[in-house]
Nanobody
Framework: EVQLVESGGGLVQAGGSLRLACAAS????????IGWIRQAPGKEREGVSC????????YYADSVKGRFTISSDNAKNTVYLQMNSLKPEDTAVYYC???????????????????WGKGTLVTVSS
């Protein structure tokens, strides 16, 4: 059974930091790109960041460049998203998703990604 389980969400003040984790199981981790997609209330889903587990290539949305860092621990089948300098506009449900190619997220084809987690809520207060 494929599972993507997110953790690390919560409430933080603006300027603070959180680290999200996505633990993957049920598929060959090294074959997939795994990333984070967020959805704020009343807004469209937005691809935040993604990393290729095979070669370490990464993608970041312009809105998070310089503030968020994605990393992968292949030994633990886990992807992390370190979020620094958080802003109220970062408030959203953050979903972990996996696909065979990084390009799927880069091209914005979020609903075409193969596997999804259930999401974790990040709330940034002003």
């Amino acid at each position: 059974e494929v599972q993507l389980v997110e953790s690390g969400g919560g409430l933080v003040q603006a300027g603070g930091s959180l680290r999200l984790a996505c633990a993957a199981s049920g598929f060959t981790f090294e074959d997939y790109a795994i990333g984070w997609i967020r959805q704020a209330p009343g807004k469209e889903r937005e691809g935040v960041s993604c990393i290729s587990s095979s070669d370490g290539s990464t993608y970041y949305a312009d809105s998070v460049k310089g503030r968020f860092t994605i990393s992968s621990d292949n030994a633990k089948n886990t992807v992390y998203l370190q979020m620094n300098s958080l802003k109220p506009e970062d408030t959203a449900v953050y979903y972990c998703a996996a696909d065979l190619t990084l390009a799927t997220m880069v091209l914005g084809d979020y609903y075409g990604m193969d596997y999804w987690g259930k999401g974790t809520l990040v709330t940034v207060s002003s």
